[in-house]
């Protein structure tokens, strides 16, 4: 905000808070300007927000960027409510929009188009992180911007190119963040060993810290591509120790034809090979994506790429469901494959003309359940015997065909639905005596062998209580920090009991991280 930053605050809330209660804390700091940056996750209630700032409040004035407000200027409601919308970036234009006017001079076009500037000529925002989000956030950082992918389902793929920051003042400000106590690192760039040489030199500046100090420990999150890994790389990767990496790898799809179709350019080999050996000669946590309803793509296939995911052992693997983000290329395809998007946020598809209504129901439950199952990391012992890669002994392994392992896990997800009902929340102890009572109850697995796996796991989960299942009181550990528990639960072996031995493959988890600084989507000036 150059001249104007010690007249600025920064508000930021949670999803969920209640719209007279957020204008109520904007207003406290008297503003003249109030700008919002836009996304599908706080659209709807950035909306609500706005409209009730422009009836109790009309003189303050209302400024509107971010992506979700960039393209389809038109078509939105909201920035009917809006004084003025920025579109593109902001770094420079919000700050000059804001001087305007704060002089009287406001510009006459309403919708102006955001000034890209070279990274390397931004203020950087690292010195306004506050010493709490140091000490008890994940800081958002970025060593560059844009992407060179046109993938059509990403609004990177608009961008020409990625363009990095300066490596040595990046590294520098690293530097400064890192002394005034920040270890929580998550790098927003799209492509992060795109360039080797830089990936190299930030890999070192963190594996430098934490072989110099052992017991302070420090985590970084980088975006992977996953068909390029040169040795350089690998080689600094492999000496980080357990819970200091967490790579997020998209492979969305395998299938060679919808790669073609959404403009993916991706070595399905390499990115295969690299999987597999990130997972056997590194402690990174993997955390892979796959999207479901892309054009062209029908049950079969999409089960067939899940189950070659899962046979990599992933410690999560995030099933999500296709979005028509505003502006992205993807929006072509819609009457060729009679894609069908919901209107309002996160305008998830709803149909395609492979996958019908109930079908994308279908797997959007899939989603929920095994986030719950297999990405909370509490059933690890037990979810081979659930996916049936893991044989009864003396049988055989039940999912050997392509898909096998997903249409398992879809049939217990269907059963898990129609037993507790789709939209209401489980307790993790419930979640325990529900797939209990599949595995037992509907001969998948026998009775003292359910009991035995699932008692292993709920131990090692550090849960507290005990589930109607167990007949002799387990309690875990409990305690410890919010912040990582779930990649936690993946450091180890599975402790599974001698009669029901898993097959070596993890269980895929979802991390949740600690809350993140770095992008205030709220700015009072």
Not at 367 to 390: I, M
Request: glycine share 8%.
């Amino acid at each position: 905000m150059g001249a104007l930053q010690p007249r600025c605050a920064i508000a930021e809330f949670v999803i969920g808070a209640r719209t007279e209660w957020l204008a109520e804390r904007i207003l406290e700091h008297a503003p003249r300007i109030v700008g919002f940056g836009v996304y599908i996750w706080n659209a709807d209630e950035t909306a609500r927000l706005v409209a009730v700032l422009r009836r109790v409040a009309p003189e303050v004035t209302v400024v509107l960027g971010g992506p979700e407000v960039s393209h389809e200027t038109d078509a939105q409601p909201m920035l009917r409510d809006a004084h003025f919308v920025i579109t593109g970036p902001g770094d420079v234009t919000f700050a000059k929009l804001c001087r305007q006017l704060l002089d009287g001079d406001p510009p006459p076009a309403r919708v102006i188009a955001g000034e890209a500037v070279a990274p390397d000529a931004l203020e950087p925002p690292y010195p306004y992180f506050s010493d709490d989000d140091l000490r008890h956030r994940i800081l958002y950082v970025e060593a560059s911007r844009g992407c060179p992918f046109k993938c059509e389902f990403c609004l990177s793929s608009l961008d020409r190119t990625a363009v990095p920051f300066d490596p040595e003042r990046f590294l520098a400000q690293m530097s400064r963040l890192y002394e005034r106590g920040a270890r929580l690192f998550k790098f927003v760039d799209r492509t992060f060993n795109l360039r080797v040489a830089t990936g190299e030199a930030i890999l070192r500046f963190f594996l430098e810290r934490i072989e110099a100090s052992p017991g302070d420990p420090v985590y970084a999150h980088f975006e992977l591509i996953p068909d390029h890994l040169p040795d350089r790389l690998r080689a600094l990767i492999a000496r980080f120790p357990a819970g200091a990496l967490q790579f997020e790898i998209g492979i969305q799809t395998w299938n060679p034809q919808v790669q073609t179709l959404i403009s993916r350019r991706q070595d399905n080999a390499k990115a295969e090979a690299n999987l597999a050996w990130l997972r056997a000669h590194t402690h990174a946590h993997l955390h892979v994506d796959l999207i479901a309803g892309l054009p062209g793509e029908d049950l079969a296939s999409f089960a067939a790429g899940f189950d070659r995911l899962h046979a990599l052992g992933p410690h999560e693997i995030q099933v999500g469901i296709l979005k028509r983000l505003r502006g992205a290329p993807i929006a072509r395809h819609a009457e060729a494959f009679a894609l069908r998007f919901n209107p309002a946020p996160p305008y998830n598809v709803l149909s395609t003309d492979r996958l019908p209504f109930p079908a994308m129901q279908r797997i959007a439950r899939f989603a929920r359940h095994w986030d719950l199952v297999a990405n909370s990391g509490r059933f690890r012992a037990t979810l081979p015997v659930l996916l049936g890669v893991d044989a009864q002994p003396g049988g055989a392994a039940a999912a050997d065909a392509p898909g096998a392992r997903f249409e398992r896990f879809m049939a217990f997800s269907e059963w898990l639905a129609t037993r507790t009902g789709d939209s209401t929340p489980l307790s993790a102890e419930r979640l325990y005596e529900a797939v209990h009572q599949w595995l037992s109850g509907t001969g998948h697995c026998d009775r003292g062998r359910a009991d035995a796996l699932l008692a292993a796991d709920y131990a090692a989960s550090g849960l507290h209580g005990r589930p109607a299942f167990l007949r002799c009181g387990l309690r875990g550990s409990g305690g410890g920090s919010a912040a990582l528990k779930r990649q936690a639960r993946f450091a180890g072996p599975a402790q599974v009991p001698a009669e029901g031995r898993a097959s070596g493959v993890d269980a895929p988890a979802e991390a949740h991280a600690p809350d993140e600084a770095g992008r205030p989507f709220h700015k009072v000036v």
